[in-house]
């Protein structure tokens, strides 16, 4: 198949997220009760950092404003894979079902054709709190503003995403060849609450877990960092980047693998 140029991806990326939100629109209420839901859902955390601090000043020296930093930065980098990738949730259905298919015989990448085909836009509501935390917890902090300081919040939030996006693509993929994989999916997706939080509070094993087998402390913890505290900054974020390309890099030749050896339910 001839390799295709990144602005053919994209014009046929616009029609397909034009042809989407059109379907979605015409389900108004739905997607209003949707975004409302997402938006409630963030403001309950919002509201137990809150009464949590109440009680206690700080959590193993981080306050109360650079775990609401924590939070919103968390929630930006979270939500590429809620836009973007929703549909992975689909796929052990669509695999199971034999729908799947129908992707395999598409004369362009089959990651990006089955990714395409939906976007969540109820994320952007998720999107606008997550900036309006992190924009309120900044000030508060004090830390100042200046073009290098934005360029590196762009770029780690940006790495910081890939992480979770490579997490999901992996146990996503776990169903071409494990039955019963929502549970795969669902722990990974429970595990990204603990993202939210500095991961020197937990004990050495789960930092070891959350550090190098199941990496949430780069969604939001280590990349933070860079910003929060550019005098102790350990190598850990400077990797931030190299970590999440590496990691997106795995998922989707892992993705790939079993999406290309797929050959229908055989039934």
């Known amino acids: 198949m001839k390799r295709k140029s990144l602005s053919f991806y994209f014009r046929i990326y616009c029609k397909i997220l034009a042809q989407d939100l059109k379907s979605k629109m015409s389900y108004r209420a739905d997607f209003i009760i949707s975004t409302i839901g997402m938006i409630f859902t963030d403001i309950s955390g919002f509201i137990s950092f809150w009464i949590m601090f109440r009680n206690f000043p700080s959590i193993d020296g981080w306050n109360y404003y650079e775990i609401l930093f924590l939070y919103g930065f968390s929630l930006i980098s979270l939500t590429p894979v809620q836009c973007f990738f929703d549909n992975n949730w689909s796929l052990r259905q669509n695999v ?68 979770m996006i490579a997490l999901q693509n992996a146990a996503a993929a776990t169903c071409f060849w494990i039955q019963n994989s929502f549970y795969v999916l669902d722990l990974v997706y429970r595990f990204r609450d603990y993202a939210k939080y500095p991961v020197t509070i937990f004990s050495p094993v789960f930092r070891f877990i959350f550090t190098f087998l199941m990496p ?28 999440g390309v590496l990691f997106f890099f795995i998922s989707y030749k892992i993705w790939m693998y079993g999406a290309t050896r797929y050959s229908g339910t055989g039934s």
């Not at 280590?222 to 929060?228: E, F, G, K, R, T």
Request: positive net charge.
């Open 216 to 243: 949430i402390a780069f969604i939001a913890y280590y990349p933070s960092l860079v910003i929060l505290r550019p005098d102790q900054i350990p190598v850990l974020s400077w990797l931030s980047p190299v970590i």
């Open 96 to 163: 199971y079902s034999g729908d799947f298919i129908k992707y395999c015989f598409r004369p362009i990448n089959l990651f990006f054709y089955y990714q395409s085909e939906v976007f969540d836009i109820k994320g952007l509501g998720q999107l606008a709190f997550g900036i309006g935390t992190l924009i309120y917890a900044w000030i508060k902090l004090g830390l100042g503003c200046s073009a290098f300081m934005i360029i590196k919040l762009i770029i780690f939030l940006l790495t910081a995403s890939l992480i």
